[in-house]
């Protein structure tokens, strides 16, 4: 306990230095220990005892084709949307920015249009795209056609939920993106113009990386919920995993385990992308942390750490 | 556009240069000339163009009427049938890289490192091989005293530091004309005189100057030419002898009078 009275800046603090310190008495700090650890060994030991959770069943269909099928199919579903929709919402980004009135309100629309109407809408119409337009072509404007398909042809579960999935997310990424890019201080593509950088290199190599480090947490958050959305494609009988557990407990009635099951490979992805997501965000922090000597925590009090707040 | 008189003839011509922002007039037709060789400091109120009239040298702000000469070069613009025509961004670029700019809040890149800051440029707009950019880099940084802090990041730095990184970034692409925005003026008091050093290591070095500054200790100093703006004008121009020391204009006797 005594190493958390010490100074914040750690590279000058010696642990020798604070023995002199009597840190003052948290009494409360106890009492929350205390309640947190009785509740959590409540539930953990509930959900271990309790028979209800039927732990043999869940350990039965775990690994079962159709769940792992499943699990594909939301993976690569959320993999393609996701990185359609940084594209997208890049782009979008752009536009909101750019000089020309009407790239602005092109993009603004389409944000309104998408970011207000519920996804699952979206998809139906996707799906359904045929009963709108029954034949897609691509041509001159408005001269002769080069190339002309029925609409029916090209959309298959799998193009409308991608496209309805991607579209979506590519709003909300729009404004995520731009306002990472507004917080990036315009001083910096001055200096970078003034070096006689191209616009182009000065966004990719310049406002970027640093625009990245805005970016990145909200864009983290989007993508597991798109993880978790991806679910509603069930409803053009696209079988995500999800939808997969529906079909198994639908006929066997083992609804909840089959349903732990499900949300453990959630679980497992979402791990994963936060994973992913602390090492990107590490690496965007290179340079803006470096002052207050973060990057080095004190080793001492480990295990105080776990139980109390730092510093 | 090769001048004949451009290694004779003064580095730097700006003639007419008018500037508006919206209905706001803020340059109302400058003329001024700088040799090669020369420090002009630019003095004047908070407010009467200095920083307008610096960012139209290297084109960050395009001058709505007159012209603005680099080596002879006309920037931003391309003379035909007796009208302005805009240069592609390209030729613009290329004539921003011969002219260095120094910020008054650095502006570094704060996700690179101090090599990678000042070999950026370099390396990817001159095309320089990595190698010999940053044994460049090197030397430079050692030159404005900062050698042992290649690899630290910019936030890490003081400010008086960080200031002699952009000097040397500024520097890195070899410009024939550096030009700074009060580089001073964000600085704690014990740090100004760092950063002052490096820049009269370069005057005497014999590289031409424009500097906004209120430092006027350095600009009696250091400069050949002092130029005092107000309104938008250049009013009075001369020797730091004539202008700060013998004024003819009653306003810049009363500037002086209050930063003096
Ligand atoms: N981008 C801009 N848009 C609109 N007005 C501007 C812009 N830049 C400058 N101005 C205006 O032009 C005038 C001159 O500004 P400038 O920055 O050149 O003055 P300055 O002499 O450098 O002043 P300071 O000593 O405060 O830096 C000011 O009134 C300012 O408000
Ligand atoms: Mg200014």
Same mark, same amino acid.
């Given at each position: ?32 220990? %205390? ?45 393609? %949307? ?230 | ?33 700088? %040799? ?131 000097? %040397? ?92």
């Amino acid at each position: 306990m005594v190493q958390q009275q010490a100074a914040p800046d750690t590279r000058v603090a010696d642990a020798d230095d604070d023995h002199d310190i009597v840190p003052r008495s948290r009494p409360w700090r106890w009492v929350g220990v %205390a309640v947190v650890l009785v509740v959590a060994a409540e539930v953990v030991s509930s959900v271990l005892t309790n028979p209800n959770y039927q732990w043999d069943i869940v350990g039965k269909y775990l690994f079962d084709s159709r769940i792992l099928a499943g699990l594909g199919t939301t993976l690569l579903l959320t993999t393609v %949307a996701m990185a359609l929709a940084c594209l997208l919402g890049l782009v979008l980004a752009l536009m909101r920015r750019a000089d020309s009135r009407l790239l602005r309100a092109t993009a603004g629309g389409y944000v309104w249009l998408f970011r207000g109407t519920p996804v699952l809408v979206q998809l139906i119409i996707w799906y359904n795209l045929a009963i709108l337009v029954p034949v897609v072509s691509i041509g001159i404007p408005f001269g002769p056609q080069l190339w002309t398909a029925q609409t029916n042809d090209l959309i298959s579960p799998w193009t409308a939920a991608i496209l309805g999935l991607a579209l979506n997310e590519a709003a909300y990424l729009c404004e995520i993106i731009r306002s990472g890019i507004n917080a990036v201080d315009y001083g910096q593509t001055e200096a970078a113009q003034a070096l006689g950088m191209s616009r182009r290199h000065s966004f990719r190599r310049i406002v970027l990386p640093q625009a990245l480090r805005v970016i990145v947490p909200p864009a983290s958050n989007e993508a597991i919920g798109l993880l978790k959305y991806s679910s509603v494609v069930s409803v053009i009988a696209l079988p995500e995993l999800l939808y997969a557990g529906q079909l198994i407990y639908g006929r066997t009635y083992e609804t909840i385990p089959v349903l732990i099951v499900v949300s453990i490979w959630y679980l497992v992805i979402v791990t994963l992308l936060t994973w992913l997501e602390h090492r990107l965000e590490r690496r965007l922090g290179a340079g803006f942390a470096a002052r207050h000597g973060s990057a080095a925590p004190s080793r001492a009090g480990r295990w105080s750490r776990w139980l109390t707040p730092a510093r | 556009m090769a001048d004949p008189g451009a290694m004779t003839g003064p580095l730097v011509r700006l003639t007419g240069v008018r500037k508006r922002f919206g209905d706001h007039r803020v340059l109302h037709g400058v003329d001024l000339e700088v %040799a090669r060789g020369d420090v002009l400091c630019l003095i004047g109120a908070s407010g009467s163009g200095k920083s307008t009239l610096l960012r139209c040298v290297n084109h960050l702000e395009r001058p709505n009427a007159g012209r603005v000469y680099v080596g002879g070069e006309l920037i931003g613009y391309q003379e035909r049938d007796g009208r302005l025509h805009e240069l592609p961004e390209r030729r613009i670029r290329a004539q921003r890289a011969r002219i260095g700019m120094v910020f008054q809040h650095f502006n570094l890149f704060p996700h690179l490192t101090v090599l990678e800051n000042v070999i950026e440029a370099p390396t990817r707009v001159n095309r320089e091989p990595r190698e010999s950019a940053a044994r460049a880099a090197r030397t430079l940084l050692d030159r404005v005293g900062l050698g042992d802090k290649v690899n630290a990041y910019p936030r890490s730095l003081s400010g008086g530091q960080q200031q002699r990184v952009a000097i %040397a970034r500024g520097l890195a692409m070899r410009p024939e004309l550096m030009l700074f925005d009060e580089p001073t003026s964000a600085l704690d008091p014990e740090l100004v005189g760092e950063v002052l050093d490096v820049m009269r290591d370069l005057a005497a070095g014999g590289m031409t100057m424009i500097v906004v500054t209120h430092e006027m200790g350095f600009a009696r100093e250091v400069a050949t030419r002092v130029a005092f703006m107000d309104g938008g004008r250049i009013v009075e121009e001369g020797t730091p002898h004539q202008v700060l020391a013998d004024p003819r204009h009653e306003r810049t006797r009363s500037f002086l009078s209050k930063v003096l």
